[in-house]
């Protein structure tokens, strides 16, 4: 009889899928590709655009946080998910600060701790896949 517990235990820490964290981690990564690829070259086109230019690009980078926002994360993955939308939003807010011509050292601190944040939260998402 406690065999079976054990079983059930297992079956709920993996989910009812009954998929590892890592293959989770994989397709949650696969769903939300598009959306952060899109993201991290909106950034890219932002570094070399004119302020005026630079609008447009936000709303955009905005859409592309909200649809990987949309998408369940693992529960094991839960904390690395935060923090990466957590990283992409002061990325954005350093962005907004430079269009409200905010002191270049606040959007700069900005800038800095959400791609920092979002490393972080990158490898450790990759490292998940990998266990």
Known sequence: M???LLVLVAF????C????????????????ADPLTKW?????????TSRIALSPLVVEMAE????IAKV?????AEEQVAQLLA???LVMEGWLGFLGKKSDSEVSDNMEVGYNAMTEALKELNALKRR
Do not use: F, H
């Not at 709920?12 to 989910?15: D, K, M, P």
């Open 2 to 4: 406690k065999w079976w």
């Open 17 to 32: 899928s009954g998929l590892t964290c890592a293959d989770q981690v994989a397709s949650y990564a696969e769903e939300i």
């Open 64 to 67: 592309c946080r909200r649809e």
């Open 40 to 48: 991290q070259s909106l950034n890219e086109v932002g570094m070399s």
């Open 12 to 15: 709920l820490i993996t989910g």
């Open 72 to 76: 369940e994360p693992p529960s094991c």
């Open 87 to 89: 990283g992409m939003d």
